[in-house]
């Protein structure tokens, strides 16, 4: 029997990187998956490489309550339950100086980031509170607690997903609905070169080494090792763990 059978979950982000590698972990583990991405396509192409029946791919743009409502509600109709919530889906921030920073960027990231949690909550939450079970994961950053120059706005999203995650975990212990967080340092996905300004070529020739540098373990975190991470923190293994931040980070942040 494996890790997750008899389970559904929403996996955010499920295009690409970490959350494609969440969602099709969870589905080889048994578990009914919806694949949301804002990127429909990336999603169902994501959904499809699985192979598997009981997985969908629904486009969602987690800004917006109504798109996240409608996600949950997909979710519902189509395997009757809700039992694992992982907010996968973010955006990067290229350096930049505080004073140069638009108002319309920081809302974008904190949007994203921070606020997405939120909407995926308040609408999940009420389904796991009626059957009194229930576990979210945030995907957050160990940019969230070791602070970068000219990541300001990425920094403070991530940080406050982290404070989300332990107020929800206290707030709905009650119900045993757990919520954690896990973070990533330097990962390998198509996310990492943004965090970077200047020509692309450079990025895509140097990124790899300046963060690989930064990792003690002296390699980047790949997003089948956050999936692992995930998958424990989804599975009854670890049914007494709540509030917790999980740093999957090659020790990046010590």
């Not at 494996?2 to 499920?14: M, P, R």
């Not at 169902?44 to 969602?60: E, M, P, Y």
């Not at 638009?102 to 059957?131: C, G």
């Not at 940019?143 to 000219?150: D, F, V």
Request: hydrophobic share 45%; with cysteine; net charge negative.
């Amino acid at each position: 029997m494996s890790l997750l059978t008899g389970k559904t979950a929403i996996v955010t982000g499920a295009g690409s990187g970490m959350g494609k590698a969440i969602a099709q972990t969870f589905a080889k583990e048994g578990a009914n998956v919806t694949f949301a991405d804002l990127n429909g396509e990336a999603a169902a192409a994501a959904a499809g490489a699985t192979g598997l029946n009981h997985v969908q791919a629904v486009r969602a743009d987690v800004t917006n309550d109504t798109d996240v409502a409608n996600l949950v509600k997909q979710t519902l109709e189509a395997y009757d339950g809700l039992d694992i919530v992982v907010n996968c889906a973010g955006v990067p921030q290229a350096f930049t100086a505080i004073e140069e920073l638009t108002l319309e960027q920081w809302d974008f990231i904190m949007n994203v980031n921070t606020k997405s949690i939120f909407l995926t909550s308040r609408h999940a939450v009420p389904y796991m509170k009626q059957q009194g079970r229930g576990s979210i994961i945030n995907i957050a950053s160990i940019a969230g607690i070791r602070a970068r120059p000219g990541l300001n706005a990425y920094c403070a999203s991530k940080g406050a997903a982290l404070m989300l995650t332990k107020a929800l975990a206290l707030e709905l212990a009650p119900y045993k609905i757990r919520v954690n967080a896990i973070n990533p340092g330097p990962a390998d996905t198509p996310m990492i070169g943004k965090f970077l300004s200047g020509d692309q070529a450079q990025k895509d020739e140097g990124v790899k080494k300046v963060f690989q540098d930064s990792v003690p373990l002296g390699t980047l975190i790949q997003p089948e090792d956050i999936a692992q991470g995930a998958l424990y923190l989804a599975s009854d293994l670890a049914k007494m763990v709540t509030g917790e931040v999980l740093n999957i980070d090659g020790g990046r942040g010590i």
